[in-house]
């Protein structure tokens, strides 16, 4: 597939799915502090299917075993060291919904990138690049859900959801572009640039985006949600 092929589809998985989850969560007329919190713990439970039962599995297939760890274990060190600056300089206002759509929206940019280098780099293969970008564009939707409530119920203009949710899907075509050019090389470098992202979005969902689910009393319903996640992720991954 060629590069410019690669940087539409990358938009397309980053913007459009983080789009229509934020686009659905505008529509619910009532919201609670319970909901962002369930569809933050489905949405980390469909990733965790995603990298788990999918993309390890592809980046051995690709590559060797010894390429997917050495590559997995890269993706989670280095996009821990990148979240530890990031949030060192991190400075966010308003009321405490918007701090934690703020909060969601700037962990969800951050993983958004190692989506995009999976796909970019599936892409050299075009029939699994293609499904990868289907599961994370699904995956994406409950994400943007996710992120839109707390902002919604804290009051900030519709206008600036849509722009926060465009800011937050736009890492995925970067590493998309990136993932392209990396994966061309050789079917071996295919395999460690989804190890890589496997780890990173490894990291960024245990760290992230499940976390929530411990700081809410109803743990059992969060982890409720984490096993429907997976299971839907799951079922995704055998029909596409």
């Not at 405490?96 to 190692?114: C, K, Q």
């Not at 109803?218 to 055998?238: E, P, Q, R, T």
Request: glycine share 12%; proline share 3%.
């Amino acid at each position: 597939m060629s590069i410019w092929m690669t940087i539409i589809l990358g938009t397309v998985v980053g913007i459009m799915g983080t789009l229509a989850g934020a686009g659905i969560s505008l529509l619910i007329k009532k919201s609670n502090n319970k909901l962002p919190v369930a569809l933050m713990a489905f949405a980390g439970g469909v990733m965790l299917s995603i990298v788990f039962f999918d993309m390890i599995p592809q980046a051995y297939a690709f590559s060797s075993l010894n390429t997917t760890a050495v590559s997995l274990l890269l993706g989670v060190v280095l996009i821990g060291v990148l979240q530890k600056l990031l949030r060192a300089h991190e400075k966010l206002r308003g009321n405490d919904h918007v701090r934690a759509g703020l909060l969601i929206s700037s962990g969800i940019a951050l993983h958004n990138l190692p989506e995009g280098l999976a796909v970019g780099s599936g892409l050299a293969d075009s029939a699994y690049g293609l499904s990868l970008a289907l599961l994370i564009m699904v995956h994406d939707i409950p994400e943007g859900m996710a992120m839109t409530l707390p902002l919604k119920m804290g009051k900030v203009s519709t206008i600036k959801i849509i722009m926060v949710a465009l800011l937050a899907g736009f890492p995925t075509v970067a590493g998309a572009f990136a993932g392209r050019i990396i994966g061309g090389i050789s079917q071996s470098m295919i395999g460690a640039c989804i190890g890589f992202a496997a780890g990173a979005m490894l990291f960024v969902t245990v760290h992230e985006l499940l976390p929530g689910i411990f700081r809410n009393k109803n743990i059992c319903s969060g982890l409720f949600h984490i096993l429907l996640g997976i299971l839907f992720g799951v079922a995704m991954i055998v029909l596409i």
